[in-house]
């Protein structure tokens, strides 16, 4: 009844005072969130932030509210303090800095797999080292080279950033190859991306490595980043005064502004306070030049547009990028308004896949039909790095010694192999280098041996001695070039396997000292081969077999049977020339020594003896064999006298071969005795 004796003009009012009302109450409630979520920005970083302070010592949050770590956790190098005149910025008070020697040093970081990030790597020298050396070094992705770090400026901050799909659950950021100085780091950020921010059809391949990233119509030199970027990305100021960075600049180049906010909620998201400013082109063009760090390649680069100025209805904007010896390039139009469909939106026109030069000269020019000159707010190019596979074993080592985590030599983090080897790995220098030499002597090495070394198909030389390992000795038949094994001083059991003796290049095993047990397979003795079994109690000789390395073997006709070592046969060279020597030279040069017999007379036949290491020594382990036939081998030696000698080894272990090495014996000894 009250409301109905209201005037239509007043029911009229009072709904526009109490839409008033509600939106007074709405504008206070956006602005009070506004307030905290700028107040929450200022104290809390973005999810998937990492910001080590290297050589820092505390934790602490910078004006930026970004949450800043020591890098204490890292095993390696030395840290300083520096003072640099007009920087404030606790980070870059401190550095670490490592020896110029032929290590890496890496920074190992967890990350997201499948998930896009940004790396930050910055470098400000100070003269730490009080040698006004500039250094010079390079720093890696894992095992890609990333960039060379020149120095050329102890006062001036060296920063490179790369953009990268994390494929593994950790990346590595290394620094090796110091080339002049010693290699160092001030700061190493991860910023973490969301959604489709960066995606390229490539990006399984390529990394992004950043060259130019520029907010046009700044109004200060001050880059613009966290908090006003989400992400932390850097935007230099085009109104930053250094060499070769946008000169050229053509007449009646004006900035703009707004205040308005900017829909940035597609693309590559740049931030609102970047795409509030721009310059125009009043007399119809806007021209740059500039060097772009990386380049000359295939590189990545957009342009940010949007319209920020007041267009009446008949006026419009259309321009054309203009590059020089790209025509091609030059037949889009852009309008920005109609592009964006609508003022104060996003729009961002340019090429995933452009070949650019070092020295990028470009224009943008307005159409004939346009009443407005061309805009632009803020541009970005990135240069295509190519990834390097890595090393052919590098998830096999990984896997490999994943039980050693904890231990300082496992944890030197990036690729075994590249861009330098880990410290106790050698490689070889295939384009996808795998593993030769594993060198994990007396490194506390406990448990079983681990059974992806077996899977290293390429392992010439494994030393795993004086360690604490268990279990079997096991079947690295797939390593086909390995030379040298060394397992001695462990505690290994079972027996040796039989497959060692398929090894081809096999020549050196030790197993010494360990708890093996059972037999020495007979392919292991019978190859030429540095065997060394002692210090098993339990591990013993075949007991019908004989190595080859026997020098000689009298069977006793009717007794049990009898193992002496004698010399068969002596033969002196002169010059070239057969000549046999005299009983009495014989009997002078060396000790006579009865063999017992069964055979008759010829046992009363004296026989000069020798030790098996003497033999050993005098043919050099049996290098040179120049002679077979009668059950045995014949190798070439030569006495510390200087008397050259041939050896004959037992080959046949019949009863006939024992019997007619032994007579043979015998019949030598007349002839030399009769000479």
């Known amino acids: 009844m009250f409301l109905s004796s209201l005037s239509p003009l007043f029911l009229r009012s009072r709904r526009e005072m109490e839409g008033r009302r509600r939106l007074l109450l709405l504008l206070r409630f956006s602005f009070a969130l506004l307030l905290l979520l700028l107040l929450g920005a200022s104290t809390a970083q973005m999810p998937g932030f990492i910001s080590l302070d290297c050589g820092g010592r505390v934790n602490f949050t910078d004006a930026l509210g970004l949450t800043w770590t020591p890098d204490d956790q890292l095993l390696y190098g030395e840290t300083t303090n520096i003072s640099v005149a007009n920087e404030t910025m606790q980070q870059y008070k401190t550095l670490r ?325 880990w410290s106790w790995v050698e490689c070889n220098s295939d384009p996808q280098p795998r593993i030769t030499k594993i060198k994990l002597s007396e490194k506390n090495l406990t448990g079983n041996i681990p059974s992806d070394m077996t899977r290293l198909s390429g392992l010439v030389e494994l030393w795993l001695d004086g360690n604490s390992l268990t279990g079997p000795i096991l079947d690295f038949s797939g390593c086909m070039d390995l030379e040298i094994i060394h397992l001695e001083n462990n505690q290994l059991t079972s027996g040796l396997p039989s497959s060692l003796a398929e090894l081809p290049n096999l020549r050196e095993l030790y197993v010494q000292n360990n708890k093996l047990s059972g037999t020495v397979p007979s392919g292991l003795l019978n190859k030429n081969l540095v065997l060394n079994y002692t210090g098993n109690i339990d591990l013993h000789r075949g007991s019908n077999r004989w190595s080859h390395k026997k020098i000689f073997i009298v069977s006793s006709i009717g007794a049990s049977i009898l193992l002496t070592a004698t010399i068969v046969s002596c033969l002196l060279m002169h010059k070239g020339k057969k000549k046999y020597p005299k009983q009495d030279q014989l009997e002078h040069t060396m000790p006579v020594q009865r063999l017992v017999s069964s055979l008759g007379d010829a046992a009363k036949e004296a026989a000069h003896c020798f030790t098996l290491s003497e033999i050993e020594d005098a043919t050099r382990k049996f290098e040179r064999k120049v002679g077979s036939g009668g059950f045995g081998v014949v190798y070439y030696g030569k006495l510390k006298d200087g008397k050259e000698i041939a050896v004959k080894v037992l080959t046949s272990n019949s009863y006939q071969g024992k019997r007619e090495f032994s007579n043979e014996d015998l019949t030598t000894k007349r002839i030399i005795s009769k000479g």
């Open 97 to 421: 800095y490592f020896p110029a020697n032929d290590r890496k040093y890496c920074y190992t970081l967890k990350v997201k797999s499948r998930t896009r990030y940004l790396v930050r790597v910055t470098f400000l020298y100070g003269n730490f080292d009080n040698n006004n050396v500039y250094p010079k070094f390079d720093v890696s992705l894992g095992a890609t080279h990333w960039a060379t770090i020149v120095i050329s400026d102890a006062d001036t901050i060296e920063v490179q950033e790369l953009i990268f799909l994390a494929l593994d659950p950790t990346i590595s950021v290394c620094l090796s190859n110091a080339t002049t100085g010693q290699p160092f780091i001030s700061t190493l950020e991860l910023r973490e991306f969301n959604g489709s921010v960066y995606l390229t059809q490539f990006e399984s391949q390529y990394y992004l490595s950043v060259s130019a990233r520029i907010n046009f119509g700044a109004d200060s030199e001050d880059p613009v980043r966290y908090p006003d970027d989400p992400f932390d990305r850097i935007w230099e100021s085009d109104s930053l005064k250094k060499a070769n960075y946008l000169v050229d600049v053509s007449a009646g180049t004006e900035k703009v502004s707004t205040k308005m906010p900017i829909d940035v909620s597609s693309g590559e998201m740049p931030p609102q306070k970047v795409m509030q400013t721009a310059v125009v082109g009043r007399n119809g063009s806007l021209t740059y030049r500039l060097n772009l760090d990386g380049f000359p390649g295939f590189g990545w680069a957009f342009t940010y547009l949007a319209e920020i100025e007041n267009l009446g209805p008949n006026v419009s904007r259309k321009f054309r990028l203009v590059l020089p010896g790209m025509p091609d390039l030059s037949k889009a139009i852009v309008n920005i308004q109609e592009n964006a469909q609508g003022k104060y939106r996003l729009y961002e026109p340019g090429y995933y896949n452009i070949s650019l030069p070092f020295v990028l000269s470009f224009r943008f020019g307005k159409t004939s039909d346009s009443s407005m000159g061309p805009l632009l707010n803020a541009m970005e190019i990135n240069k295509y790095l190519k990834k390097n596979d890595g090393s052919f074993d590098g998830s096999v080592i990984a896997s490999a010694v994943s039980s050693y985590s904890s231990a300082d030599w496992a944890r030197e983090g990036g690729d075994p192999c590249l861009p330098v080897p």
